[in-house]
């Protein structure tokens, strides 16, 4: 079977020269698509290496960030592991009969435990101290709370020894009536 060309020009549609001609110009159009086909590759591939060099780079950087963050939780989550170890080794018991209620602050607000009188005149004195452990409150002795807020110093509450017992009572001299009705 003979292509359309020859099918036209043995029909005397079209004469040679004309057929010649139209070949030529099909001949230039498929090179020119091959030449820019070539050409449009070879820039689209290096446009498409820049891309994934920066993708890849763009991933790495990522990486990085997550596994910093995710060492700074594992850090954080050993850390409260070994608190909670020193908290449970070193709490100060409360007995069961303790009945004063001490109420103290912590992150705004009122929290209340309850003391026996001699934990009150440790805690008062600053011997001891309160420290937040899984939304509990423990006692422990202030040596391993400094140990503790050197590592999480928000969980530790301190109360600040009263100084008022340690100065001299200006009214000392003055002997207060007993006897006095209100």
């Known amino acids: 079977m003979a292509s359309l060309q020859d099918q036209l020009l043995n029909l005397g549609a079209v004469d040679k020269k004309k057929a010649k001609k139209s070949q030529h110009q099909k001949r230039q159009a498929v090179n020119k698509d091959r030449k820019a086909v070539k050409s449009g590759k070879a820039v689209q591939s290096d446009d498409m290496q820049n891309q994934l060099e920066q993708t890849a780079k763009e991933k790495q950087q990522r990486d990085l960030e997550l596994n910093k963050q995710r060492d700074a939780a594992l850090a954080k989550k050993a850390l409260t592991a070994e608190v909670k170890q020193i908290v449970q080794l070193h709490q100060l018991n409360i007995a069961k009969e303790a009945d004063i209620a001490y109420n103290f602050t912590h992150s705004n607000k009122v929290k209340k435990i309850y ?42 509450i301190r109360i600040e020894a009263d100084e008022q017992s340690n100065e001299v009572d200006p009214y000392e001299d003055y002997q207060i009536p007993d006897d006095l009705m209100w």
């Open 115 to 156: 003391i026996t009188t001699d934990l009150q005149k440790q805690l008062t004195l600053g011997q001891i101290a309160i420290v937040a452990v899984e939304q509990t409150y423990k006692l422990l002795p202030s040596k391993i709370a400094e140990r503790i807020e050197s590592r999480l110093p928000e969980i530790v």
